[in-house]
């Protein structure tokens, strides 16, 4: 992400990624305790939930660059339940233990 904190004048979007991607490109999720295919919930990847908070946060300057678009229509398509669930769930974990 800190490679779009010009506003995208060097980067052509911010590097940023969800649970699912981070499962696909790495073996890092092999062993964690964590559900990747979970976005809030105790067994929830926490990366999940700020990928989702951080798309919703931006979502008005996100919603008209061609390359994020598309995660704010996903996004728009969640329960407002579940964009509650989070919210609230990365907001516990950006304020941490």
Known sequence: ???????????SKPY???GAYINRMSNYCSSCRFDVKQRTGP???PFNA???DFIARHRDAF???AR?????RTYDK???DEQRRIG?????LLAGP
């Open 78 to 80: 969640f329960a407002p």
């Open 68 to 72: 994020m678009a598309q995660m704010v």
């Open 16 to 18: 940023a990624a969800s």
């Open 1 to 11: 992400m800190s490679q779009f904190a010009d506003g995208g004048l060097l980067a």
């Open 50 to 52: 700020l990928y989702w």
């Open 43 to 45: 067994r929830a990847c």
């Open 88 to 92: 609230e769930s990365a907001a516990r």
């Open 63 to 65: 919603r008209g660059h």
